[in-house]
């Protein structure tokens, strides 16, 4: 099962190349996915029936008790034959429907169509809380890109911004449901759960949580309007997602659940409730629109009600006929949708007014669209027929009182409901047929393109098999009582059938078809009336009044809360740290721990206290020093501080990274106070200075009291012990620290390294205004001044930090020029030492990188910035790139070699004169690491360094020439910032 999943997903992925090559008739080639799948369950039916199940688990995450556990009992193998099988029908039709869209419009709609199918047979049998939820908020996303599909079309894009805030506004609350109804449960497993369901409160709460997320997906009252909205979609989207697949998904969820939680406090009133109010509410709305689609949405709206109260009853003659009217509801509203897509697509419009005629030019698709539409009002002798038939035996079961908790007067106002809501629907229905096809009086007929055989394929077949499922009411009862038996049954044993008697049920049946002939001649009328009772109030005008009012808040918030001042900003952080956490310790503090009052170690040598003091002194006076230099200065103590703290408690490889970021670090601040005045302030001591102090003294001694509480409250021996030992029996290596990094927990580090990623991403936005790689030039490119002789390059090798042609006179220093051409080549050699060494020493990517960093920094310095330039003629973002691809590429290499990610390897090298040479595979990793650290180092070089340099340039030209440096930076601009 998990195979077929990821056959949808690599269908997805090669989506885009497959249109780009052959154009719309690469869905005929996608369409063999979902085939094969619809084939795959086919081959299944035998055990399902029988009431076995597929189970596939396959281990995710096991420290955790998260798998890929997915399962196909009955319900699911239904839901699988519906999302595959319409599927392979609507890929097939949109091989014609786009036959004048250009191929480029389509690669991003092949991928999302074919990724939803995936998504929503992964959520079908997903047989985990977690892995479900997942699947759900996948097909949201994808449903978001469907609707959407046209970037220009702005009311596809605000349908889709809709549809994508309400399913996942009840996405979000079904996660919390789920997630505590799995801690009641004591497992997420869906089947374990449905064998052994929890009770209690917290249940109740849980199960509501879960129905919220189910009536969003399923578009109930008061989240209906979405659907309608969606309709922007292009039509098979609305065929496939709207009719067969995503808007089931709520539908399935509450089938899912019900055997197992339909008597649970609160159940019957939502599910029963809703549903029927959604029924009639769609129903009127459906019998008054004028555009064949939006028809259909409303229509299915309604249908939908329809489904909800069937699967939620919870007795086996009304499971018996959800599961009849799901398959049935696929076939029919699929069928139409289709239909109307060809109407549109052939005549150019959807409004039933503008339509006659159109039935004689076109006669299979009218008649697959009659045939669909009786289904649907429930016109023997079709599925949806009989479908209904038992739909009413099982609501005249429950009005007996079949189900206890069920008082049978809310039968009988369900079961009324339902009959009305059948009337809407035989209504709406002939609305539908008599405006999409039939001569209209004083409507000139409408011209029609001849359609296709292939194209009207689909709907057709679609039809036929309703036509074919009427008639196979035994053999349906005894695939679908392998579900329907797990619910109670009434006194008889209710069955689908064609023909159950001159009894109640058939009597009903025709008193919903013949309320809905007599709405439908009195369409007119109710139109009238409809329009002048209907209310302002709407469920999707309640929507807009809420994004306003949100959209509202949060410019206010803003407003107040965002002044622009950080100071201000850093405030409101400390204090909330103060007075949540901050109070807690106190707390603890006076009142001790359940072990006994707080052990306190000042220091474990005297060094230590020595170091603490001199670090202690230097942040005061950087706090009370009013020149910014002397500040980063003192700051910089502090940190080199920090380092000697960490080598004195036996940690020299993290001394060592501390040492290299803070050397780094103040460098930085260097270039940037180039910028900036070399005083803070000339303003006397304020009293909010004295505030301001008073609040970084109460946070420094409130973190302190979070060290020292955590540090007294560890009960258990620190898993940290073990990595002495694992570090060098999986490993490989002696650096417990590096291999933490790159081997233990890899996966953070590559969080940590995505966010440096990230970090040089907003660094380049926001300074760089054209690409990094524009102000990278040449030393060689460089014109010499009239005032330098040219040397001769024959001979010789070109000049190293060639002074005279990067800097002028007064800013060189021929003993740091020297010194450089001593250095540089050795730091880089020791930078390579320490990656190549970090596994077993200290050292490391990290590190490495900091050094190569470093030796650019210095060779900046010597040189200028074209210097640097020479060193590393690199852009800095390709670095970064490669860096990140290298580490993932590390860290998913193994999963070819041995199925398991982060995998570590060894191999013992002698090359002659080096002796012996031990290489682990997560040197790889190192690697990107490394790659990350220079190009994010480079990247702030030429930030804080080159670009500062050509502004200060540019002003005293421009000084010099007497003119405006706002005129003489705007011309930069112009220039796109080219270096002078």
Not at 89 to 94: G, H, I, K, Q, S
Request: a neutral charge.
């Amino acid at each position: 099962m998990l195979t077929v999943v990821l056959a949808h997903a690599l269908a997805a992925c090669v989506a885009p190349a497959l249109v780009h090559r052959v154009g719309r008739w690469a869905f005929l080639v996608l369409a063999l996915v979902p085939a094969a799948t619809f084939v795959w369950a086919l081959t299944w039916a035998g055990t399902v029936t029988d009431g076995g199940a597929a189970v596939s688990v396959t281990e995710w995450v096991p420290a955790l008790g998260l798998d890929l556990a997915l399962r196909m009992g009955l319900l699911q193998w239904v839901m699988v034959l519906v999302v595959a099988g319409v599927g392979v029908l609507v890929m097939a039709y949109c091989a014609w429907y786009f036959a004048e869209t250009p191929p480029a419009s389509l690669a991003g709609f092949g991928l999302a169509f074919t990724a939803f199918v995936g998504t929503m047979l992964g959520l079908v049998l997903a047989d985990d809380l977690l892995l479900l939820y997942v699947f759900w908020e996948l097909t949201t996303v994808f449903s978001y890109l469907l609707i959407g599909f046209k970037p220009t079309d702005r009311p596809g894009r605000l349908a889709a911004m809709q549809a994508l805030l309400v399913t996942t506004l009840g996405g979000l609350a079904m996660l919390v449901g789920m997630l505590v109804l799995g801690q009641q449960a004591g497992t997420f497993r869906i089947s374990e759960i449905l064998a052994d369901p929890p009770a209690g409160t917290a249940t109740t709460v849980a199960l509501l949580l879960v129905l919220l997320g189910a009536l969003t997906k399923s578009a109930q009252v008061p989240f209906h309007f979405w659907l309608p909205a969606a309709m922007a979609a292009p039509t098979p989207v609305s065929a496939y997602l709207h009719a067969a697949s995503m808007v089931k998904a709520g539908v399935y969820l509450v089938a899912l659940l019900a055997p197992a939680f339909a008597g649970t406090p609160g159940w019957h009133p939502v599910v029963l409730g809703l549903g029927t109010a959604t029924m009639l509410l769609g129903g009127a709305r459906a019998l008054r629109q004028l555009d064949l689609k939006l028809l259909l949405a409303y229509g299915t709206v309604s249908q939908l009600g329809f489904l909800m109260v069937l699967v939620g009853i919870g007795t086996r003659t009304a499971a018996l006929a959800g599961l009849a009217m799901l398959l049935a509801h696929a076939l029919f509203k699929a069928t139409l949708f289709l239909v109307v897509g060809i109407v549109d697509h052939q005549t150019g419009t959807r409004d039933l007014r503008e339509l006659s005629g159109v039935g004689r030019r076109m006669p299979a698709v009218a008649v697959a669209a009659a045939v669909a539409g009786a289904s649907m009002a429930g016109v023997p002798p079709l599925l949806g027929f009989v479908g209904k038939e038992t739909v009413w035996a099982a609501l005249l079961e429950v009005t007996d009182g079949t189900r206890g908790d069920l008082p049978p007067a809310a039968g009988w106002a369900v079961l009324v409901g339902l009959v009305l809501g059948s009337a809407l629907t035989a209504a709406y229905t002939l609305r539908f047929w008599w405006g999409a096809f039939a001569a209209k009086t004083g409507v000139a007929a409408t011209e029609v393109t001849p359609v296709p055989a292939p194209f009207a394929l689909a709907p057709v077949v679609l039809a036929g098999l309703t036509v074919v499922l009427g008639f196979a009411g035994g053999v349906l009862t005894d695939v679908l009582d392998g579900y329907a038996d797990q619910l109670p049954t009434g006194e008889e044993e209710e069955y689908l059938a064609l023909w159950h008697g001159l009894e109640l049920p058939l009597a009903l049946s025709a008193v919903a078809l013949l309320l809905g002939l007599l709405l439908f001649r009195l369409q007119h009328q109710y139109c009238r009336i409809a329009a002048r009772v209907g209310t302002r109030f709407t469920a999707d005008a309640a929507y807009r009044v809420v994004l306003r009012r949100v959209d509202r808040f949060s410019v206010e918030a803003t407003g107040l809360f965002q002044r622009g001042s950080v100071p201000t900003y850093l405030a409101v952080i400390l204090l909330v740290v103060l007075a949540l956490p901050g109070a807690a310790t106190v707390a603890v503090l006076t009142g001790g721990t359940e072990g006994g009052p707080l052990g306190v170690r000042l220091w474990d040598s005297p060094a230590q206290g020595a170091v603490a003091l001199v670090t202690v002194l230097a942040a005061v006076a950087a706090a009370r020093s009013r020149r910014r230099l002397r500040a980063v200065a003192l700051a910089g103590v502090t940190g080199y501080g920090a380092g000697l703290i960490f080598l004195l408690h036996g940690a020299p490889d993290v001394a060592l990274t501390q040492v290299l970021v803070e050397t780094v670090s103040l460098v930085v601040f260097v270039l940037v106070l180039r910028r900036l005045p070399p005083f803070f302030s000339d303003r006397p001591l304020s009293v909010r200075r004295w505030w301001r102090a008073a609040l970084g003294v109460a946070v420094g001694t409130a973190v302190s009291g979070f060290l020292l509480v955590s540090a007294n409250a560890r009960t258990a021996r620190p898993i940290s012990e073990a990595f002495a030992d694992a570090a060098y029996d999986f490993g490989y290596g002696k650096n417990v620290v590096n291999i933490t990094l790159v081997d233990i927990r890899a996966w953070d580090t590559m969080g940590e390294i995505a966010v440096l990623v990230a970090a040089a991403t907003g660094v380049a936005s926001l300074i760089f205004i054209d690409s990094r790689t524009s102000g990278i030039r040449r030393v060689r490119d460089i014109p010499y001044p009239r005032d330098v002789t040219k040397l001769s390059s024959q001979g010789g090798r070109r000049a190293w930090l060639p002074g005279p042609r990067t800097l002028s006179p007064e800013r060189r220093s021929i003993v740091f020029e020297v010194i450089t051409r001593l250095v540089f080549h050795t730091v880089m050699v020791f930078a390579i030492y320490l990656l190549l060494a970090g596994h077993n020493l200290p050292g490391g990517g990290f590190a490495a990188g900091m050094v190569a960093g470093l030796a650019l920094m210095v060779r900046y310095l010597a040189g200028g910035r074209y210097e640097l330039d020479e060193a590393a003629p690199v852009d800095a973002g390709v670095l970064i790139g490669t860096g990140l691809f290298v580490a993932a590429l590390a860290s998913l290499g193994p999963l070819v070699v041995s199925g398991e990610a982060q995998r570590t390897y060894d191999v013992y090298l002698y090359p002659p004169l080096l002796g012996e040479i031990h290489l682990v595979s997560s040197v790889g990793f190192d690697i990107g690491v490394f790659l990350v650290v220079v190009g994010l180092t480079l990247d702030v070089l030429r930030t804080f360094g080159s670009r500062l340099d050509r502004h200060i340039l540019r002003e005293e030209q421009a000084r010099d020439r007497g003119e405006s440096i706002d005129r003489q930076a705007e011309a930069g601009r112009r220039e796109g910032a080219a270096p002078r």
